[in-house]
Structures are given as C-alpha cells and as structure tokens.
C-alpha cells in the first residue's frame, strides 16, 4: 500500500487500527495474561502515541532484561510506522494493585 502526504483521515485511522492491532498480538504473545493488556492509541501533532497497560507481574516480561524486549517491540513496530510516513511512541504502565 503505497501512502502518500494527502493521505485521508480514514486512510490514518485504517493505519493506526492495524498498527494497534499488531502491537496487542505481539504483546499478548509474550504475557501470562494476555486478557489484562489494553492499548490505549492518542494522536498529537502527527505522532501516535501507543500506551500499553499489562499486569505487574509481566511488566518484567515487556522490559527483559535491559530493556531489550520493549526495544525489539519498538523497533519492529517503527516498520510499518516509516512505511506510512509516521511517527509513533509506546508507553508501558502497569495496572494499578488494589
């Protein structure tokens, strides 16, 4: 799909659903509880921010060890991000214990 500068809003938002869609089957993936991960998608000034919420006790899985996990999820969703001219960020947080 080739992506242009006078891309349509809808055509955005179709972009940013499948970027979403493949950043929750990456994470729910590597998690023990992959019904606890929500992908909350904001958009400012051009540049998508993705926050993912997992349970605590797989945040450690995300991260790895020096971060190297959350790079590599990084890294592999910035391809589809260049290839439709975007910038994107990923946020992680953690659900809150009660």
């Known amino acids: 799909?080739?992506?242009?500068?006078?891309e349509t809003n809808s055509g955005n938002r179709k972009i940013n659903l499948i970027?979403?869609?493949?950043l929750l089957d990456i994470i729910s993936a590597i998690v023990e509880n992959p019904k606890a991960v929500e992908i909350k998608e904001e958009e400012q000034e051009g540049v998508t921010n993705f926050a993912v919420t997992v349970a605590k006790e797989d945040m450690g899985k995300i991260i790895g060890k020096n971060g190297k996990?959350?790079?590599?999820?990084?890294?592999?969703?910035?391809?589809?991000?260049?290839?439709?001219?975007?910038?994107?960020f990923i946020t992680l947080t953690e659900i809150p214990q009660e």
């Open 19 to 22: 970027m979403k869609d493949t």
């Open 1 to 6: 799909m080739a992506v242009t500068g006078g």
């Open 69 to 88: 996990v959350i790079r590599a999820i990084r890294t592999v969703m910035k391809i589809p991000a260049i290839k439709a001219n975007k910038r994107i």
